[in-house]
């Protein structure tokens, strides 16, 4: 069937969409030992109308192939998967001499297994947005939709109910938590993109991350990739963990950044303060929201043996991330010209701030987040 060509707007967005590609395909490659990696041939890339298939890798032409579909209507971290997948199909041919094998032979699940890419990616294989966006509870998670109700009293006008309800729920989601890694039960877990990918991100961004993996059982890593608006790559806080943790701190990320621009608004109306202002009110809001969380949890409970931990590790989350990323590097971000009175004031709102409806909604990671260039 003949397609018409992409119109001028749509086409610019696809250039831009395939250099993003380009640079993300060579990103992928630094997780591999130098000799795969000088083996790998830069292939063609190209956006083709798929209606069966997400993505496909063609050897005869050495190309990759990813659908319209995928790269426009959904995350880019979706995006990534997928090209990930078809990177492997390409490493079991060029570098690890697949032959004759099945298209998902073991050459191939090793080429996943070097790559950190899903072996499912591909055929019926449903984006991770979609995936993300299932019912997350099971028939014997009971106690997870109690929380779901208590999230949902917390948006009561009843200050005292909204907080007592909130401080209940996430005293049950730690003990749920802890419940599980006492278990020591298998589980699956998934990484995701939360907030928007950027050149350079604001202090009040990081001061989010740590509030989510301090609080809401993932780990988060700030990880390159490409800033379609830019043209550039760049970072995004990528956090990992179950489905149902990974729902619950995407919602969080995103209630917290849409308070603080509401706040803000309110707060800044007759000021006329700068953008550096906005930062010193965000870290005050989420630092006074974090004051409030360790409240909660370090509150003493009569029983020593029913005392929540101010931490909870998850070995098994950390090794996965350590397979995920086996080389990470820390930094530092200093910190200077601090408006005290800006971020006393976004710390005391902080520690007002009510979390409610986090598990019911639907979080930053199901929706759509490609634009045009201009976005």
Not at 23 to 40: D, G, I, K
Not at 120 to 141: K, N, T, V
Not at 148 to 155: E, F, H, N, P, V
């Amino acid at each position: 069937m003949h397609h018409p060509p992409p119109r001028p707007k749509t086409a610019e967005l696809e250039r831009r969409i395939l250099y993003g590609l380009s640079l993300e395909w060579e990103a992928a490659l630094w997780v591999l030992p130098p000799p795969l990696r000088r083996r790998m041939a830069k292939p063609l890339l190209t956006l083709e109308n798929l209606s069966s298939r997400l993505g496909y890798w063609h050897p005869g032409r050495a190309e990759i192939g990813l659908s319209r579909r995928l790269v426009l209507d959904y995350g880019w971290d979706s995006v990534r998967e997928v090209l990930l997948h078809e990177m492997a199909h390409q490493m079991a041919d060029q570098v690890l001499a697949a032959g004759a094998e099945t298209p998902h032979g073991p050459k191939f699940h090793e080429a996943c297994r070097l790559l950190r890419a899903n072996p499912e990616a591909s055929g019926r294989f449903r984006p991770l947005a979609e995936r993300l966006q299932d019912e997350a509870l099971s028939d014997e998670d009971r106690r997870l939709l109690r929380i779901r109700k208590l999230m949902a009293l917390a948006q009561s006008r009843n200050r005292n109910e909204a907080e007592a309800a909130m401080a209940k729920a996430h005293e049950l989601m730690a003990r749920y938590n802890l419940g599980v890694l006492e278990r020591g039960r298998r589980r699956a877990f998934v990484s995701v993109f939360v907030g928007a990918p950027a050149l350079r991100q604001q202090r009040e961004a990081y001061h989010l991350a740590r509030l989510l993996q301090d609080f809401y059982f993932i780990e988060g890593l700030w990880v390159p990739t490409f800033v379609l608006a830019r043209g550039k790559m760049g970072r995004v806080l990528e956090i990992s963990g179950t489905r149902q943790n990974i729902q619950t701190a995407s919602y969080v990320h995103d209630f917290v950044g849409h308070f603080i621009r509401r706040q803000w608004a309110d707060y800044n109306r007759d000021k006329g303060l700068n953008r550096f202002r906005l930062t010193d009110f965000a870290v005050g809001i989420i630092e006074g929201f974090r004051s409030k969380l360790q409240q909660h949890r370090g509150q003493k409970s009569e029983d020593p043996k029913t005392r929540l931990p101010l931490k909870i590790e998850d070995p098994q989350l950390r090794a996965y991330i350590a397979d995920r990323y086996p080389r990470t590097r820390h930094f530092r971000r200093n910190v200077s010209n601090q408006d005290q009175t800006v971020l006393r004031d976004g710390m005391q709102i902080g520690r007002e701030m009510v979390v409610s409806r986090g598990i019911t909604e639907q979080s930053g990671a199901g929706r759509k987040q490609l634009t045009g260039p201009n976005r």
